[in-house]
Structure formats: structure tokens, C-alpha cells
């Protein structure tokens, strides 16, 4: 045999062999999968990662949480529990049962066969994406990933990260994405506070790099929730999540511009929409209110906004939205002051008591919360302001420090505004009580009264 042909015949050897080990890489944690030996990593174990940890520690893996914060790790592995949607003692079996744990300590990755990346993705001041906690958790997860892991990132981010920025992250090390190792993105969906969907029900989206990846992470997420979505890149899964929260983001937007035009025009908004909801089809409500609040519609549309513009695109509605519902605060603000004047009091120097603080009813969470922007901005006009909560005990912000008051003081307050419709509130003993009202929610429907000034 010639040299030239030893040659070809040893790097055909090679190629067999490598695809045997691919082979059987993929096949080994695919069975672990299936038989849910697979040891399942969380990192980031917030809002929407300890519930998906929950789940698949209910699923029968064994599940370890990794989060910056020892706070967080120390509750997990206390079944103390800081997420509404998860009770403590929905966590506790779980971690006396050996299911689930939580550590800050990323050596764990290399014992790991699933790794979920759900960490913040907030806007930076210029409104860019900051992708500094994907980064840092990207870094400390490549030093120790080894092959035959499944890596998914949930984070919501602009389309192109997965590929762009994560998998050359991950691939560092040597190993080649779609053999070595398996990377999706899957776009989380969970609704804080919703009775009826939840982690295991919402139909769960996943592209990967490769058909392989995408498959690996189809089959993953079908042990432990109930519909699987498979996409076929990790760029339309990303999308996927822009166009779901742009979408409400817009017609948040539209319908808070209607009720601004309502209000001119003297003709009331809820009625408008309620009538509207009738048609059975090509019209679904979305509802105004003082703004919008939380960690995804508020913030998500500009991660497109941002991408587009870098291929020359201006993303103009959501420009606009943004716009409107940036105004929304200061509309309710102008509200309380008119119902004021009208009962004779300036702003300066009146008790104002808001009812709500969490940016969404039955919640605890203050992220990015309309009712921040309410409350500083009577406060600029003069007002004195305090709030109740049930989810909120405590409001620091700015200088301000408020505790909760109990809802009583309305019968002491020149206006109350009713900014989050907690269904805890006793709204018949308000409307009893107060003097002044001014409800952003239509919390008060089908309360008639010359005390209530609605949105
Ligand atoms: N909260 C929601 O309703 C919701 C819904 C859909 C999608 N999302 C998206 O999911 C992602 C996570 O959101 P969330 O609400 O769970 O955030 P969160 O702030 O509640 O939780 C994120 C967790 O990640 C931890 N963390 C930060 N940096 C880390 C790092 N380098 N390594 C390990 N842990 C780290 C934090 O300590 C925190 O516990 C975001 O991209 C968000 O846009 C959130």
C-alpha cells in the first residue's frame, strides 16, 4: 500500500470512529433521558427557573439549581420558597426526596447531562440588550462542560444569540455542537399568577443548531411538560418569543391610545371593548391600564428593535407602543389631579393612598411596575402618598421608603387610585369608605358612583 493511500484509509478510520463516538454520545444521553437517569441543571433560579427545576424534579430527575445568589440556594434547599406560582410545601418533598437542589457553585456542570440557562436579560439605559448575565453564566458553564450535555437557553433575547454568541461560548473547549454536545433555545412562557396555565401546560417551543440539537431538546422537554413545539432553527424559536410579547406589547399600546382618545371624546373605554369582545372572530380585547410593568413586555420588543436596526430596519410600532404606554403613567397621574381640582384640593398637600404596587393583580413582583412612575410623580406635584399590597409589604424607591398600609386608610385619603386590581382587595368596603376614587383597572365595574373616575 502507498503512503497517499494509508493515509486516506487511516482518516476513514478516523471519520468511522468519530461517528461512532458521536453516535453513541447521542444515544447514551438519549436514553438517560428517557429513562430520566439524565441529571437536569437549572441555572438561574428565578421566576421562570424554579418552576421549570420543580417540574422536572416532579418529573423524577435529579435536578440541581445554580444561582448567583446564596439567599436563593440557601431558600431552595430549605423548601423555602420565593416564587409565587411555587408553594414551600410543593418544594419540600422534592428537596427530602434528594430531587432537588441548589448550589452557586458551576463545578457541578461537569457531573450534569441537561443544563437550562435562565437568567435576566434586562435593557441597558440606551435600551440595549445586556447580555452581561448570559455571558458570565456562559463562561463559568463552558470550564467544566463536557460531552454528551444538552444545553438550552430560555433566557428571551434578540434572534441570532443562541448561534452568535452562545455556541461559539460553549464550543471553546473543542467540542462540536450537534455530536458532542446538543444546544437549543427554547423561549419560556410562564404567566406569573396564572391559575390555569403554568410551566407544564404551556406549549413549550425548542430550535436547536442542529436537527440533532432539536431533537434532543424535543425529546427532553416532553418528559416532564405537556406539548412539545420543535422549530426548525434556534433563530425562529427566538423570534418566536419577540413576536408573541411584541404583539401584546403593541396592542397594549393601541388600546391605551384608544382610551386616551375615549376619554376626550367622553365615551367609556370598557364598555367599548366589552361590546367589541362579542364579535366571535378577528377581534381579541386587550385592556388599558396605568402602564406596562415586569421583566418581559416592557423590555423584550427593543431586544428586535435593537437587531433590526443593525440591518437597517427602524421597528416603528414598537417606537410607538413604547411611547404610548410610556405616557400611561403620567395620564393616570393627570387623572387624579382633574378628579382633585374638581372636588376643590390641589395635588400639593392631599393624601393619596394607591391601591396595588406589584405590576400585575395577585402578584408579588415590582419589576419595572407602573405604579413606581405613579407614585413618584404625585409625590413631584405634592402629593402624600401611601399604598397597600398584599403581595408588597415594603416599597423603597428613590428615597422613598413606604411600608404597606391597611386598606382602612381610604376613608382617610383625598383620593385613592387603584393601580393593580388585586383580587384580595375588599373593593365594596372602598367604594363604601372612600371619598375620591380614581380606578386605572376597571377594578370597580359594575359599581356606580359619582365618587369613581375611570380610565
Ligand atoms: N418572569 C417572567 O414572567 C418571564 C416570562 C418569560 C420569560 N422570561 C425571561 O426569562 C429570563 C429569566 O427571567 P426571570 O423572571 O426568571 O428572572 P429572575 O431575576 O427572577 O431570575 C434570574 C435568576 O438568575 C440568577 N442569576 C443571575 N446571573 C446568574 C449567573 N451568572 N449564574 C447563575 N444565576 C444567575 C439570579 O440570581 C436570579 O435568581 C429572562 O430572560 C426573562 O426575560 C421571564
Not at 59 to 70: H, K, Q, R
Not at 209 to 229: K, N, R, W
Not at 305 to 323: C, M
Not at 422 to 433: I, K, M, N, Q, T
Request: proline share 5%; hydrophobic share 40%.
Amino acid at each position: 500500500m502507498c503512503m497517499m493511500t494509508e493515509l486516506i484509509f487511516e482518516f476513514m478510520r478516523e471519520c468511522i470512529l468519530m461517528t461512532e463516538t458521536a453516535a453513541s454520545t447521542s444515544k447514551t444521553l438519549e436514553q438517560k433521558i428517557r429513562n430520566r437517569t439524565a441529571r437536569v441543571g437549572i441555572v438561574g433560579l428565578g421566576y421562570v427557573g424554579l418552576p421549570l427545576a420543580v417540574e422536572f424534579a416532579k418529573a423524577g430527575f435529579s435536578v440541581v439549581g445554580i444561582d448567583v445568589s446564596e439567599d436563593k440556594v440557601g431558600r431552595v434547599n430549605r423548601a423555602d420558597s420565593y416564587v409565587g406560582d411555587i408553594s414551600s410545601a410543593t418544594l419540600e418533598p422534592l428537596v427530602k426526596g434528594g430531587k432537588l437542589r441548589a448550589t452557586a457553585d458551576f463545578s457541578v456542570v461537569s457531573e450534569l447531562d441537561t443544563i437550562n440557562i435562565c437568567v435576566p436579560t434586562p435593557l441597558r439605559k440606551t435600551k440595549d440588550p445586556d447580555m452581561g448575565f448570559i455571558v458570565s453564566s456562559c463562561q463559568e458553564i463552558v470550564k467544566y462542560l463536557r460531552a454528551g450535555t444538552l444545553v438550552i437557553l430560555e433566557s428571551t433575547t434578540y434572534p441570532g444569540t443562541t448561534d452568535e454568541l452562545v455556541l461559539p461560548m460553549l464550543a471553546k473547549g473543542g467540542l462540536k455542537v450537534g455530536t458532542d454536545f446538543f444546544l437549543c433555545f427554547s423561549p419560556e412562557r410562564v404567566d406569573p399568577g396564572n391559575p390555569k396555565y403554568q410551566t407544564a401546560n404551556i406549549p413549550k417551543v425548542v430550535g436547536g443548531v442542529t436537527p440533532a440539537c432539536t431533537e434532543m431538546g424535543s425529546l427532553f422537554y416532553a418528559q416532564a411538560l405537556e406539548t412539545v413545539v420543535p422549530v426548525s432553527s434556534t433563530q425562529i424559536a427566538e423570534m418566536v418569543k419577540l413576536l408573541e410579547n411584541t404583539f401584546r406589547m403593541i396592542n397594549i399600546g393601541l388600546v391605551n391610545e384608544i382610551a386616551m382618545m375615549c376619554d376626550r371624546l367622553g365615551i367609556n373605554v370598557w364598555e367599548v371593548i366589552e361590546a367589541a369582545a362579542t364579535k366571535p372572530f378577528g377581534f381579541m380585547p386587550f385592556y388599558p391600564g396605568p402602564g406596562l410593568g415586569g421583566h418581559c413586555i416592557p423590555i423584550d420588543p427593543f431586544y428586535l428593535s435593537w437587531k433590526t436596526k443593525q440591518a437597517g430596519i427602524e421597528a416603528r410600532f414598537i417606537e410607538l407602543a413604547g411611547y404610548i404606554n410610556g405616557q400611561m403613567p403620567h395620564f393616570v397621574v393627570d387623572k387624579v389631579q382633574h378628579a382633585l381640582n374638581d372636588a376643590g384640593k390641589p395635588v400639593k398637600g392631599s393624601r393619596i393612598h394607591v391601591m396595588g404596587v406589584a405590576y400585575k393583580r395577585d402578584i408579588e413582583d415590582m419589576r419595572e411596575s407602573p405604579a413606581l412612575d405613579v407614585i413618584l410623580l404625585l409625590q413631584k406635584r405634592g402629593g402624600l402618598l401611601s399604598y397597600s399590597d398584599p403581595h408588597v409589604p415594603e416599597l423603597r424607591l428613590d428615597g422613598l421608603h413606604l411600608s404597606a398600609s391597611p386598606e382602612s386608610v381610604v376613608a382617610d385619603a383625598d383620593c385613592v387610585v387603584i393601580v393593580t386590581d388585586h383580587s384580595a382587595f375588599d373593593y365594596r368596603g372602598l367604594v363604601d369608605r372612600a371619598s375620591l376614587i380614581v380606578d386605572s383597572r376597571n377594578a370597580l365595574k359594575g359599581f356606580n358612583s359619582t365618587k369613581i373616575v375611570r380610565l
